[in-house]
């Protein structure tokens, strides 16, 4: 059988998180009642309204490319997409076609230890279209569309990779340091169940070794990314099959259908290939001063890498710690946070990766959420650090604090938590345990040194976890050599 | 330059004109007239120049982030030719 291997290129849109749209102040609020933010610009309708470009737009574009890596245009400047489509009111997209915001950057990532880099071919910005609603089960099988504009017009970002990707997991780890990247920059939320990130997947198979690319086809409707996994792997598998029984790959636009696992072919690439491309008369060039890309530049803050090498380097966390926690910027503000209130990196680190992520993953919550705070957090490793709680005890105090948000010391106090340190009342403790299991006593000073473990145990237990044990084990141990 | 047949054809699709063959003969002919008055610009010297898409503006301005009113949903769907609650309607999308 021979051999082998995909060629993936991903086009991933994002919409940024600008108050008003790209050409017109109309609302970019999620969730507005349909067809309430729009106006006779980004509906299209003719006469009167001429397009005025929204700055800020621009400026998050410009943040992105730069953080990508790419370089930047001296000016910016937009042409027309043509084409029909019932979501777009103009019958033109208002893109960047010519002369992109961004070009020639890169991504880096890594897989299975590796680091893989990704050409970025270019960043640019452009109009979202309106939505559809596909009447009865999708779009396949639906006799009408509806439309809602409020969407139409709205900033888009589009950040075309190089074909450089070569698997599924390539893809998926890809699609997730480009969000991650887009985050740190507080630029867009990067929801793909929302839809304020899309990715469309193009995908050919060629011989190993061959330097020429196959026929490929654009995978669409991949709305998470665990069905970008699915579908480019589903993608791959299928155009494999086809070659291998002879038939051909047809250049077309497929559609992938998450509940039945599998990709359908949705329209032919060739009719629409011509979208006679050329420069909107109505919006003339804007030059970008130098001074204003540095000055966007400056405003880039610590990148998830950047971040990663601190952890390792600084703080000495290992590599999967560090990777989990430079992903998400709040989630590495948070570790941040801590460490001004409780010094110890690897004590946090751990904390927040096993306990906090724990019991937020199963509640269905991210960190924006936590009900515990950095500072709450940092004090109840303080408090067992001193010895004030134990180990066990503040696993049970970060329950209560994770449920209520209430402060470690409040709970401590209110659930009688206090580790108790009091040799006259350890004294009084042990003397009873020690009563009740002569046996013990028998066995620990016949060498079975495994009986001393079973008593620290008796006396925890007495104590519901809060004796001392550290204490408890000194004075044990006293009260035995007397005993013999 | 020239245009051909197949390319009247595809551009009367992209903008969904119907033309019958005669019409396109004479469309054919209407648009070689137009290059052949335009042809005197192949020898024009252009090759140090930057394409000038907007000969006479030189800046454009931009505008702030900020919101401004939008239309009221029933002047958006009363021009929509067929509504559907609060939606505008259109025919079935795929082929």
């Given at each position: 059988m021979s051999e082998f291997e995909t060629i993936i290129g991903l086009e991933v849109h994002v919409e940024l998180l600008t108050d008003t749209k790209l050409f017109c102040g109309c609302s970019t609020a999620f969730g507005a009642e349909p067809n309430t933010q729009v106006c006779p610009m980004c509906l299209g309708l003719p006469g009167g309204t001429q397009p005025l470009l929204n700055k800020k737009a621009v400026e998050f574009t410009i943040k992105a490319a730069q953080a990508l890596n790419c370089e930047i245009a001296p000016k910016v400047a937009f042409d027309r997409k043509n084409y029909f489509y019932a979501d777009l009111p103009q019958g033109f997209q208002i893109s960047q076609f010519f002369h992109p915001l961004g070009r020639n950057g890169y991504i880096e990532f890594r897989v299975d230890g590796k680091i893989k880099r990704v050409g970025i071919h270019q960043v640019h910005l452009e109009e979202d279209t309106g939505k559809l609603f596909h009447l009865g089960d999708d779009i396949m099988s639906s006799p009408f569309s509806q439309v809602d504009f409020n969407r139409a017009g709205v900033p888009l970002m589009e950040i075309v990779s190089e074909p450089d990707i070569r698997t599924a997991e390539e893809a998926r780890l890809y699609l997730q340091k480009l969000r991650s990247i887009i985050r740190y920059l507080d630029i867009s939320d990067c929801k793909m169940e929302e839809g304020s990130m899309r990715c469309d997947a193009n995908i050919s198979i060629r011989p190993k070794?061959?330097?020429?690319?196959?026929?490929?086809?654009?995978?669409?409707?991949?709305?998470?990314?665990?069905?970008?996994?699915?579908?480019?792997?589903?993608?791959?598998?299928?155009?494999?099959?086809?070659?291998?029984?002879?038939?051909?790959?047809?250049?077309?636009?497929?559609h992938w259908d998450e509940a039945g696992g599998v990709t359908h072919a949705m329209r032919s690439k060739h009719v629409s290939a011509g979208y006679r491309c050329f420069p909107d008369p109505n919006i003339p060039p804007y030059s970008l001063a130098r001074e204003w890309i540095l000055e966007i530049k400056s405003t880039i803050p610590e990148?998830?890498?950047?971040?990663?090498?601190?952890?390792?380097?600084?703080?000495?966390?290992?590599?999967?710690?560090?990777?989990?926690?430079?992903?998400?910027?709040?989630?590495?503000?948070?570790?941040?946070a801590v460490l001004a209130f409780h010094n110890d990196p690897k004590m946090v680190s751990n904390w927040i990766t096993s306990e906090l992520l724990g019991h937020l993953n199963a509640a269905g919550q991210d960190i924006t959420e936590s009900k515990i705070k950095p500072e709450a957090l940092g004090k109840l490793l303080q408090s067992m650090e001193k010895g004030e709680i134990s180990g066990k005890i503040g696993k049970a105090v970060f329950e209560e604090m994770f449920n209520t948000g209430k402060d470690p010391a409040t709970i401590i106090k209110e659930k009688g938590f206090t580790q108790i340190?009091?040799?006259?009342?350890?004294?009084?403790?042990?003397?009873?345990?020690?009563?009740?299991?002569?046996k013990s006593i028998e066995d620990y000073h016949s060498g079975k040194k495994r009986a001393m473990g079973f008593l620290v145990g008796q006396i925890m237990k007495e104590t519901k976890g809060q004796a001392n044990p550290q204490l408890v084990s000194e004075l044990l141990l006293e009260r035995l050599k007397e005993l013999k | 330059m020239d245009i051909t047949r197949e390319e009247i054809i595809q551009a009367s699709w992209d903008v969904r004109l119907e033309l019958t063959p005669e019409e396109m003969e004479e469309l054919e002919k209407q648009v070689m007239n137009l290059f052949r008055q335009a042809d005197f610009l192949a020898d024009v010297a252009l090759d140090d120049l930057e394409p000038s898409s907007f000969p006479l503006v030189q800046?454009?301005?931009?505008?702030?982030?900020?919101?401004?009113?939008?239309?009221?949903?029933?002047?958006?769907?009363?021009?929509?030719?067929?509504?559907e609650s609060v939606y505008i309607q259109v025919p079935r999308i795929v082929e």
């Open positions: 070794g061959s330097s020429q690319f196959g026929e490929k086809t654009e995978l669409k409707n991949m709305n998470s990314f665990r069905s970008v996994y699915r579908g480019i792997a589903y993608e791959e598998e299928r155009q494999r099959h086809a070659v291998l029984v002879g038939e051909s790959i047809l250049p077309e636009t497929r990148l998830p890498d950047a971040r990663y090498q601190r952890f390792i380097a600084e703080d000495d966390l290992a590599d999967s710690a560090a990777e989990i926690l430079s992903g998400s910027k709040e989630l590495a503000d948070f570790y941040d340190s009091d040799e006259d009342t350890l004294h009084e403790l042990i003397s009873s345990v020690l009563e009740a299991n002569p | 800046e454009n301005a931009v505008r702030d982030d900020t919101p401004a009113p939008s239309l009221s949903r029933e002047t958006v769907l009363s021009n929509a030719p067929e509504v």
